[in-house]
């Protein structure tokens, strides 16, 4: 993920009282917590490496019809795919799973593993719901987001040195997605989400309704923060509408960037908001 060079305001974000998350209770914040732990002790996960390949192993059994897809050119990259079937083109949503390449010893607790112990737990917890037919759901994990060295903001040309698995995946699948979620800094302590800059501005607005609903409106506050090149921008370039849950205000490329950084509150506001949106979604797209 990498910030782009224009940022827009967010001054008026804080304003919103604070609401209580957990209205609702679809969503399981102890089986992520228990996936981000998991993930961090496997160490640092560069995409390509023997420990992520070992952690793809155990993430592809945990979602629904779980396979690999290997990214054509990257050797040892690949994403993880699970699905609810429907009717298509239909929903994706995803994170990355990989880590960088450096530090030494980052290990990615909100860059990376957060978003994907909740992708994860949200597929677990809408495959064991009686869903209405609708559009087909996918789940997906993608690798190689970073650059295979150095930081993000260090590339000359990060959307083509970086974001592999989500550019591999919508290059390998044309007009199959209606609309595209995309979870990266979302679950640190003092959670804040405002519109991401490149976000889909009525997708976000069913975002928010789905937050409302799930009582965790108060971590979706108005305004927009800064653009971001992340793994929705492949989904973007293609015409899907794509949103990116990224919490502006948190230094994800800090190897200070560990579990005492983490908050359960965050992961379940996150998740329940996911598992709300994703029924909407499936029963059409705006």
Partial sequence: MKLAAAACAIAACLALPHVAAGRVNRFDSGRAWSLVK????????????PQLQRLARSLRARV???????LAGQPGLRNIVGTIPGSRPGIVIGAHYDTLAGPPGFVGENNGAAGTAVVV??????????????????????????PPRGLPEEQPDFYNSGLRGSRAYVEGHPKRTAAMVLLDYVGN???TLPREGNSHRRLWSQLRLAARAAGAISFFPRGTGGPYVDDHA??????????????PNYDGH????????????SLDAVGE?????????RRGVA
């Avoid at 629904?64 to 290997?70: D, L």
């Avoid at 800090?254 to 509150?265: E, F, N, P």
């Fill in 273 to 281: 908001t996911i598992v709300e949106l994703a029924i909407r979604l």
């Fill in 64 to 70: 629904p019809n779980g396979r690999f897809e290997p």
């Fill in 121 to 146: 737990e949200v597929a677990r917890a809408l495959a064991g719901m009686k869903l209405r037919p609708g559009r087909e759901i996918r789940f997906v994990l993608f690798d190689g987001e970073e």
């Fill in 189 to 191: 302590t003092g959670l």
């Fill in 254 to 265: 800090d190897i200070s960037d560990r579990i005492d950084k983490l908050s359960r509150r």
């Fill in 234 to 247: 492949p989904f973007i370039r293609a015409g899907v509408p794509a949103i990116d849950l990224i919490d």
């Fill in 38 to 49: 998991l993930q961090l002790s496997y160490g640092q996960r560069p995409a390509g490496s």
